[in-house]
């Protein structure tokens, strides 16, 4: 197992998601990958989680990327 560091975020707006600040490296590194595990802050600011997903098999052919939103290139 190898442990890479990345720069990721919750959306200023709520939504339940994370945004990683290079999605494009995050993807490459996730399609050689079999799992994930992300430390998180939860939204009360003290408690902290480690959530692991299972993410091989991932197909990077497949993903369809989001569109960036005008106030997200600021």
Do not use: C, H
């Not at 190898?2 to 999605?23: H, I, N, Q, Y």
């Not at 992300?38 to 993410?55: F, P, R, S």
Request: charged share 25%.
């Amino acid at each position: 197992d190898r442990l890479v560091s990345v720069k990721a975020f919750a959306p200023a707006t709520g939504e339940p998601a994370v945004t990683f600040r290079d999605d494009k490296s995050f993807i490459a590194m996730l399609a050689k990958a079999s799992k994930v595990s992300m430390a998180v802050t939860l939204v009360d600011g003290e408690n902290k989680q480690t959530l692991v997903y299972e993410v091989a098999g991932f197909d990077p052919v497949k993903w369809t990327a989001v569109k960036k939103s005008k106030t997200a290139a600021k």
